[in-house]
């Protein structure tokens, strides 16, 4: 399986589970960075019709 950056979208070639500092859990998903820059560029998107209490991101 490839993952890719939700940011830049550049497929990382290697990915290692102990590097939390690239990785987002969330209620919605399992969301991957190729760094920490990318991940705190990363705009979190909302669903719509979703509440003004579900416009928060996620806490990591």
Known sequence: MRLTCMQCKKTLRTF???EFS???YS???I???CNKVCKEK????VSPGATSEDHQ???I
Do not use: A, M, Q
């Not at 990363?42 to 998107?45: A, I, N, R, T």
């Open 42 to 45: 990363w705009d979190y998107p």
């Open 57 to 59: 991101r996620p806490s």
């Open 22 to 24: 690239t990785v987002l």
């Open 27 to 29: 209620d919605d998903g």
């Open 31 to 33: 969301y991957f960075f």
């Open 16 to 18: 290692d589970e102990d």
